[in-house]
């Protein structure tokens, strides 16, 4: 496998010479991420940043030409713009609007951005405050989601299955996860973890945290060789080792810490002693508070995740029980909130 992705990675990675201008047609797989007057998105590899309007969403088919300058398209002009008619796409936007007609701002964007992935609606100077906390990875579905969705749906189908019957049904639900959520690295990187762990328990295995770990970048690289120089991919992955080999020797020095923070303070800080080197060469800075931020939030990313989630669905069906379900997640992203605006 190790050997196929380096092929993979010779072969199919795109050749671009500084100053040659592209045409590129591609689906766009990861949600825009949207400033006052520009929007962003990733094309075969090249980040390109467009007017505002018309709108791009996660999912529509994007024709766009530009000038290549250090990965980077520029002069970027937006040719044609196909909007999705996939079920899947439209489903997730009846969420979003629903979660944006439900609560004021950010809490609404929060919400989308924890049970979806959508950076779209987060107000600027919110994703400001999470960049500089180091908050970031919270709000953006990630790893963490996908275990609590995966835990979730386990707990609910072993209510009334047997758990080898209930084990498909849940591999299923994660795999929809994905798919709703932006198939972006970090995501689909804990859906293989999670889908080894499962099938390890159906066959009656131990499965490697550390296997599982190689297994699922081996794979994603093979799919798409590109992810090699994706940030969030590395990230995703120093992050998880780093929490591997240090979180439960850190756990065990910090008994004098409550125990509602104990945990998210350990992983936080095990991730950071991965993370941190990466992101103060890449973007010259790094707060050092950071584990302790996450510490105080973390405990309410299961609630939002678990709770936004059904609430927004139920919203679609029955719309006075799902805006009552996010009238009671009010205080816990009211919380997130103030405290990351008090730290950033």
């Known amino acids: ?148 969705v995966a835990g979730f749906l386990l707990g609910l189908f072993v209510l009334f299955l047997p758990r080898r019957r209930a084990i498909p049904l849940v591999l299923g639900g994660i795999g929809l996860y994905c798919v709703l959520s932006g198939l972006d690295a970090p995501i689909i990187r804990a859906a293989i973890m999670g889908t080894v762990a499962l099938l390890a328990q159906e066959a009656g295995r131990v499965a490697s945290a550390w296997r599982a770990l190689l297994l699922s970048a081996l794979m994603m690289l093979i799919v798409k060789p590109l992810w090699l120089t994706d940030l969030g991919f590395i990230l995703s992955f120093v992050a998880t080792a780093s929490i591997l080999i240090f979180e439960v020797k850190i756990r065990s020095k910090l008994s004098f810490v409550p125990g509602v923070l104990r945990e998210g303070l350990s992983v936080s800080l095990a991730a950071q002693i991965g993370v941190a080197p990466i992101l103060f060469v890449t973007f010259g800075q790094f707060n050092i508070l950071s584990p302790v931020i996450n510490a105080l939030i973390l405990w309410t990313v299961p609630p939002i995740t678990i709770l936004g989630a059904i609430g927004g669905m139920a919203g679609l069906i029955l719309p006075g029980v799902g805006r009552m379900m996010m009238y009671l997640l009010y205080p816990f992203t009211w919380y997130f909130v103030k405290v990351v605006e008090v730290f950033g």
């Open 1 to 148: 496998m190790i050997l196929l992705v380096f092929f993979r990675f010779v072969l199919t990675r795109p050749v671009y010479k500084n100053g040659q201008t592209v045409r590129i047609t591609s689906r766009v797989l990861q949600e825009p991420v949207r400033y006052p007057f520009s929007q962003i998105i990733s094309v075969a590899g090249l980040t390109v940043s467009l007017p505002l309007f018309p709108e791009i969403t996660y999912g529509d088919r994007v024709v766009v030409e530009g000038k290549v300058e250090r990965g980077k398209l520029v002069n970027g002009n937006l040719k044609t713009v196909i909007e999705s008619r996939n079920w899947f796409y439209e489903f997730r936007k009846k969420i979003i609007d629903f979660y944006q007609k439900s609560l004021p701002e950010p809490s609404a964007s929060l919400i989308s951005g924890m049970v979806l992935g959508s950076k779209a609606s987060i107000p600027e100077k919110f994703w400001e405050d999470l960049k500089n906390t180091g908050t970031a990875h919270v709000v953006v579905a990630s790893g963490m989601n996908v275990s609590i």
